[in-house]
């Protein structure tokens, strides 16, 4: 499965912001979906994902409340609807599949698509 992320911009503490990751390929429903950042100078941390009916969810404890992962396996498309945005957040937002929710938490990734930039400013 190829994946592929947009959405990012440039936005103020407090703000909203939806991520989208389109992909392509087969079997898209079969895959455990995760949002993933990494901030400059700092290691990839983990953000949220979902298991491939949505049935179970994860989400970093730092993001708990204020981000929410979706999918629409009719659309192939995952998404982070994130808000309460603080400057905190700001890094390169990737999507990534893995086989299962201990995989993709476990970060033992199948694909990662491009990532794309979210910039939070105080």
């Known amino acids: 499965v190829q994946l592929q992320a947009s959405g990012g911009g440039l936005v103020q503490a407090g703000d909203s912001l939806r991520l989208s990751c389109a992909a392509s390929?087969?079997?898209?429903?079969?895959?455990?979906l995760g949002w993933f950042r990494q901030a400059p100078g700092k290691e990839r941390e983990r953000v949220a994902a979902?298991?491939?009916?949505?049935?179970?969810?994860y989400y970093t404890d730092s993001v708990k409340g204020r981000f929410t992962i979706s999918r629409d396996n009719a659309k192939n498309a995952v998404y982070l609807q994130m808000s309460a945005l603080k400057p905190a957040d700001t890094a390169v937002y990737y999507c990534?599949?893995?086989?299962?929710?201990?995989?993709?938490?476990?970060?033992?990734?199948?694909?990662w698509g491009q990532g794309t930039q979210v910039t939070v400013s105080s």
């Open positions: 990534a599949a893995g086989g299962t929710m201990s995989a993709v938490t476990g970060g033992r990734l199948i694909s």
């Open positions: 979902i298991a491939y009916d949505g049935g179970n969810t």
């Open positions: 390929g087969r079997s898209f429903s079969s895959y455990t």
